[in-house]
């Protein structure tokens, strides 16, 4: 499986039989710095070169999905400046302009997911994080991912997380207590 985080960061971490994959670079899954495939113009806005990222370089996939890029997004969109909760929440009021924005975000999102499934083609890819309560992504993403992924047809699941916002620390208490378990 891919876990995701989509938050104030992007990240992500391959799980293959119940273990957690590590390279010699410790950033096995790190995702979020890869540039955002298949950059194209959307709502007359070009993703190229995208958004400076803190990295140094522009255009990764962190700058468009994390909630400061969603905001950012909106923002060169409609000029008006509004956190990712709030355009959230407007959006599923049915406000047109934070709906464009979540249509846009959920394409990128089905862009940098089928990157990883053509390379990984994990069984299922789990969200978390604060924008994995974004409702609607869990049917919208697996459609619009069909364009990107390589194969016929793509059956990968795509989940929001079992145990709410804070899995991700959850999730390093664990690794920490198997660490402490096996040194
Ligand atoms: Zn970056």
Redesign the pocket.
Known sequence: MFGVILGTGVGGGIVVNGRLLQGPNAITGEWG?NPLPWPAVISGIDERPGPK???G?EG?I??FLSGPGLAGDHERATRRTMDAAEIIKRASAHHGDAKATLDRYEGRLARALASVINLLDPDVIVLGGGLSSIERLYQSVPELWQTWVFSDRADTLLKRNEHGPASGVRGAAWLWQVNEITG
């Open positions: 710095h990222c803190y990295c370089r990764c962190e700058t």
